[in-house]
């Protein structure tokens, strides 16, 4: 039996032993239906961005962005490709 089929029987007891906690149960299931509904809906969104490419070209557009920033740093302190990967590894070796 799995996890949530075994919480509805539990629930099902406490309803059926104590009928006036059966309101707070539906409440609390409620509530939670509420948070799931809302993520849901945010990953729905999530997914279609994603088929539609919306947020590829959203993520390219960052990259492209950090890349600039990149150059502009190499400008400013005067460093190449090589010397700029060079000095990140010894970043990440520290």
Known sequence: MSSLSHKID???KEAESR???AVTIVRLIARRLQELT???EELLA???ALQNGTRVEEYQKRIAYLEYQLDM???RF???DVNFRDGNKQLVDL
């Open 73 to 75: 740093l190499k400008r």
């Open 78 to 80: 005067g460093t190449d």
């Open 19 to 21: 009928p006036e906690s």
């Open 46 to 48: 999530e997914n279609i």
């Open 38 to 40: 809302g993520r849901n």
């Open 10 to 12: 539990e629930w099902m």
